[in-house]
Structures are given as C-alpha cells and as structure tokens.
C-alpha cells in the first residue's frame, strides 16, 4: 500500500517589510531589553553591566536613538554620555530639521583646515565652523599619542579628525535641542588627558626629611647625621599613609578611573581604611515578576497600572481640533515640531491608533506645505532684475510678432516668481510695447 506524506502547515514567509526597533515605554522593559544586552555578550565592553546598559538606553530614548543603537552609538567618558559624530548626523538628519550640510578639508601638511558647513530649516543663513592643524597643535592634540606611546587617530587619520571637530562644532550650535546637549565622542577622547595623573602628586623626597630626622614614625632605626641624605633605595618598604602616592588606573576604552593605594596590596601591613559607603542596589529578582527588587513596583507602594487611562470620545474629538489647528497654525518646521511634541507625543497610548494617525496626516500634510512653501521661496526672481531683462527683450523686438516670444519666455513664467507690483510694472511696459507697434502699423 503507497503511504502519503503529510506535510505540516507553515505560516508562509514575508518578505518587503521594513524591520522595526523594539522601543520600550516602562522601565521594566528598559531593564528587561538592558539585562538581555548585558547577558549576551553583544553589548559594547564598557556596557557590561545591565545596568549601564538602561542608563544608555534611556539617554538614546531621550534624542530618538532605538535601544539596541544607542548602546553601540552612546559612550561613557570620563563618566559622561557622549555620541560618536556619525549617530550624531543621523540624528539632525532625522531631525529634518537639516535644510543643508557641507564638510571638507582644504590644504595640505599644517596648512590643513576642515570646514563644516550647516543650515537649519528656517534660518536664513548657513552656519560655518573650522578646526585647523594649528588649533589643533594649540590643543595639544595634533601628533599626539597615547600614554604607553601608541598612535593616536591624529596621527594615523588626522583629516577624519579635523573633520569630527569641525562637525561637533557646527552640530551642536545649531542644532542643540537635537543633540539634547551631549557632546561628541571624538571631541571629549581627545581632551581626556592618558597620562597617568600619580606623576603629579609627588611624595616628600629624601631632601625635605620629616621633624624626626628623616625617619617614618612607624620605625625607630638610628637617626642619620643632620647633614646626610638619604637615598631612595633606603627608604623602608611602608611609609605612612600621607606620604604614599596612589596610583591612578585610566580605562583608555570609557575613560572611567581607579585609585589604588600600592600600601593595600602588601600583605605585611595593616588593612585598609574602609573606602566609603556606597549604596547599594537591591538587584535580587522576584521569582514571580523576574525583575530586581527595585524595580519592582508592588512592593513598599500601591502597585499601578501601566498603562494610561483612555480620554473620553468627546475629547478624542476636541483632541483632534487642537491638533488641527496646531498644524495647520506652525508658519515653520520649529513651531510644527513643538506642537507635535505638545499634542502628539503625551496621548499617543490614550487616543485609539485609527485617531492618532488622523492627527499625524494633519502635521504630514502641513509638513509638505511648509516644505513647498520654502522650495518656491529658493525660486523667487529678483524684481528689479527681472523687470531690467524684461526691458532688454522688448527693446530687441523690432517686430509685433517677436512680443509674443518675450510673453511666452520672460513675462509669463515669472508670475510666480516675483512680488504683484513688480508683475503688474513688468504687464504694464509689455502693453505699453505693444502700443506703440500698434500705432506705428496704424499711421503706415
């Protein structure tokens, strides 16, 4: 007897859809997503932790960059957030707030200097900002290595990095709402300072001996002569706690910094003080929720729900008036992004999605009109010169039938283009040729 195969039923694959990022609305989530990153080994080495991991995907929540991008495009240093250039022209450019951008590096050797070049939507003039060899050799950055004597990136890519200044400069005059006052990684590298910071605490050298003769306090070997000088090498192996210098420990990839006393580590010696309290976090998880304890909200407080209330039909419907008239209101691309910050954002989970995207073809719809009003404003035509070119083409008419020429080419395109006064001038002297060919068939 033949036997048939029976194959499973299998949701068929989709394809053409454009991915979408994970955006988390709690905290819970933030925190599920940052111990998810930190678990898989995936996140960047000075985000280990789950909890570095939420701070930085609050801070890129915070500008408009998804989880998963603002732990590779956020770095700490020196204990600061910082966003490295290229995520910080993804982020004005997805702004479109950007009307136009232009960066380049003129000159060779030390005459080097980059440019960059921005203008925002509205603003009626660009916004330049250079960072040349010489403010960079200024800064102490130009040739500069790393405190084992590695090469820098100004040594091996210094056009790419007179190029980051440059860029940091301009992006954040001009755009700092945007940026939301973070600096660019490149930048705050290049001021970190890698060279040990114990070589500048020096401890009392044998010239200057203490009261006692120039003999720690915790031995009691025989005092030297007044007049001699000890050497280094004789000193014994502990001083007191004053005179040790502690040395500093300088992450070159987070910029974060370590002080180690050498006196701990011996083991002849006293234990440490003990270092100051920090406090503590209660990571433990709750076998029922699986998050830590301190984010767990049913515990020490009434527990809430997390999500929001839903408005009411009637203001749904004054809702969408408001968000109406705040769009079709905004004269620019600034005042449309604050209304939709004001209006949109804050009832986003409390509006059904079918109004909410409503009131998104109202702030779409004026979007495109501003963005056609500001192109038809780059084509207006300079009155006075286009009523000079309109005055040259009739004087070359020596014939009625070449007006029709100068109506087609010169007079009618510019309608649009150029004030009502200077149209209705520019109609009056066409006529006013026209006139006179007329009179003169007349008396022939």
């Known amino acids: 007897m033949n036997q048939v195969a029976v194959i499973p039923n299998r949701a068929p694959l989709a394809a053409g859809e454009r991915p979408a990022a994970i955006v988390p609305t709690t905290i819970e989530q933030v ?28 801070h890129g929540l915070e500008i408009g960059l998804p989880p998963m991008q603002a732990l590779q495009r ?28 232009k960066e380049e590096v003129d000159g060779e050797g030390d005459a080097m200097v980059a440019t960059c070049t921005v203008m925002r939507v509205g603003d009626l003039e660009t916004v330049s900002r250079t960072f040349s060899v010489a403010d960079a050799k200024t800064a102490g950055l130009w040739n500069k290595r790393g405190s084992s004597g590695q090469p820098t990136p ?18 954040r005059d001009v755009f700092p709402d945007v940026m939301g006052g973070m600096y660019i990684a490149e930048e705050v590298v290049d001021d970190r300072d890698d060279a040990p910071r114990a070589a500048q605490i020096e401890p009392p050298t044998p010239d200057d001996p203490p009261p006692n003769g120039g003999a720690p306090a915790d031995v009691d070997p025989p005092a030297p002569p007044a ?3 000890s050497e280094p090498e004789a000193e014994p192996a502990t ?39 920090k406090p503590t976090v209660d990571a433990t998880e709750d076998p029922k929720s699986g998050l830590p304890a301190c984010l767990d909200r049913s515990k020490g407080a009434a527990k809430k729900s997390d999500k929001p209330k839903p408005i009411s039909l009637k203001d749904q419907a004054a809702w969408l008036d408001d968000c109406r008239a705040a769009a079709e209101g905004a004269d620019s691309m600034v005042d449309l992004g604050v209304a939709q910050t004001r209006l949109l954002a804050p009832y986003r989970d409390r509006v059904p999605p079918q109004i909410v995207a409503q009131a998104e073809m109202f702030f779409d719809a004026r979007m495109e009109a501003l963005e056609r009003e500001a192109e038809a404003e780059n084509d207006k035509l300079d009155p006075e010169q ?9 004087a070359g008419c020596e014939a009625a039938e070449q007006l029709g020429d100068v109506k087609e080419k010169v007079l009618l395109p510019a309608k649009s283009q150029v004030p009502d006064a200077a149209w209705k001038d520019g109609v009056a002297r066409y006529r006013a040729k026209l006139n006179s060919f007329m009179t003169n068939l007349d008396a022939g």
């Open 74 to 101: 956020i770095a700490v240093i020196n204990g600061r957030p910082t966003i490295w250039g290229d995520a910080a022209l993804a982020l004005v450019r997805a702004s479109r707030l950007l009307e136009s951008i």
């Open 386 to 394: 286009w009523l000079r070119d309109l005055d040259g083409a009739l």
């Open 31 to 58: 925190w599920r997503l940052a111990e998810l990153a930190a678990k898989s080994g995936l996140a960047p080495r000075d985000m280990a932790a789950p909890e570095k991991c939420a701070v930085a995907i609050l």
């Open 239 to 277: 001083r007191p706690a004053a005179e040790t210098a502690k040395v500093e420990t300088v992450d070159p990839a987070t910029g974060e910094i370590t002080w180690e006393d050498p006196a701990d580590a011996a083991a002849d010696v006293d234990p440490p003080a003990p270092t100051e309290a």
């Open 154 to 171: 100004w040594i091996t890519h210094p056009k790419r990095m007179l190029q980051m200044r440059a860029r940091a400069f301009a992006l």
């Open 227 to 229: 007049d001699a000088k």
